[in-house]
């Protein structure tokens, strides 16, 4: 069973950077993996996803020119590159792994995930 560590999570200024890292017990090449977030009193929300084998990525609208993912294999890690933070970006962050094939391509929501790490706390500032 894949095991996921988020970390990188803290307090950051608006318009500041942040690279979050999501760190897995094992290989996820064959695994789609993709980073959530959510505020409280909110549902979990998309920000980015890679595909199996890194063939894709795709990017969650609110987060679209701000936000890269990237996968270092050697690393069994995902990063998560956050850019020109906004106050609205708080929130928990976690990292989701998957091996299923998806036919519409890279998975987008929870519930294509059966992998999950703890989360991280990211918390940006006025």
């Known amino acids: 069973q894949l095991q996921l560590v988020e970390s990188g999570g803290g307090l950051v200024q608006a318009g500041g950077s942040l690279r979050l890292s999501c760190a897995a017990s094992?290989?996820?090449?064959?695994?789609?993996v993709g980073w959530f977030r959510q505020a409280p009193g909110k549902e979990r929300e998309f920000v980015a996803a890679v595909s199996r084998a890194d063939v894709d990525t795709v990017y969650g609208a609110s987060v679209k020119g701000r936000v890269t993912i990237s996968r270092d294999g050697a690393k069994n890690t995902v990063y998560l590159q956050l850019n020109s933070v906004k106050p609205e970006d708080t929130a928990v962050y976690y990292c989701a792994a998957d091996r299923r094939v998806w036919v519409a391509g890279v998975p987008t929501t929870p519930g294509q995930y059966n992998y999950w790490g703890q989360g991280t706390q990211v918390t940006v500032s006025s």
């Open positions: 094992g290989s996820t090449f064959e695994y789609a």
